[in-house]
């Protein structure tokens, strides 16, 4: 009778933590900003239709790094719980704490019961009406949960990333300057030679924002707003000729 191969509980945990890791530092680097304006989020992707960042609700966004169809599977659970909760009470019981704590539920589910865990890294943003309101909470691929302040840098080298935004960002910038800071942070996600690539264009790059104020912005109650290649060519050009 053939015996069955004992794996120490601490083992099998340390292993799909290094397994889910590694497949998360394989992608590029996904940034979320607050800022005076409202909440910038950024990322590298060069493919126009699978999106890392998506709209959740009215106020709320969804960043992720790492396998897509994992991480889309649950933007669209987010989506239909967002929905179901705002419909049966009301819009303003939907907020990313209550959307954040539904994902480290299932992630921390999937990562202690089933053979392979999530290779994703998550974040869920809801922008207040003034910075001190803003929430961006972070989640990890075993469920574990943090609210974080400022900024957050996901995926690749994330490290060297953070390492040249924290000189850079500031909560009073508007949304042209955080975003030009992430894009040039992002430059350094480059492995580990440490020397940044080339500044990254609108063809790589993916941009949305949570605006604070929609209404006077662009008369318009939803905060989410996708910014297209040409807009983004357009803040990144302004960084250009004013130096």
């Not at 669209?76 to 907020?95: I, K, L, P, W």
């Not at 662009?218 to 297209?228: C, D, E, Q, T, V």
Request: proline letters at 3%; glycine letters at 8%.
């Amino acid at each position: 009778m053939t015996q069955q191969f004992y794996v120490s509980p601490e083992q099998l945990m340390k292993d799909r933590a290094d397994f889910a890791r590694k497949g998360i530092a394989r992608g590029r680097s996904v940034v979320v900003l607050s800022c005076r304006e409202g909440i910038a989020l950024v990322a590298e992707n060069p493919s126009p239709s699978l999106h890392k960042l998506g709209e959740i609700y009215d106020r709320i966004a969804f960043a992720a790094v790492g396998k897509y169809n994992e991480f889309e599977s649950l933007r669209q659970a987010g989506v239909r719980y967002a929905d179901v909760r705002g419909y049966s009470y009301d819009r303003e019981d939907v907020t990313a704490r209550g959307l954040a704590s539904v994902y480290a539920q299932s992630l921390g589910a999937v990562f202690t019961a089933e053979s392979k865990p999530f290779e994703v890294e998550l974040a869920v943003a809801e922008v207040g009406l003034h910075p001190g309101q803003d929430h961006i909470y972070r989640l990890t691929f075993d469920g574990s949960i943090a609210d974080e302040t400022g900024f957050i840098v996901m995926g690749g080298q994330a490290d060297a990333v953070v390492e040249a935004l924290s000189g850079r960002w500031e909560a009073e910038l508007d949304f042209a300057q955080v975003i030009r800071a992430a894009v040039d942070s992002l430059s350094y996600d480059a492995g580990t030679s440490g020397e940044p690539r080339a500044r990254l264009d609108s063809a790589t790059l993916e941009v949305a924002v949570l605006d604070r104020d929609p209404l006077a912005a662009r008369g318009s109650a939803r905060a989410f707003r996708r910014l297209p290649a040409a807009e983004v060519d357009v803040v990144l050009a302004t960084d250009r000729t004013s130096s």
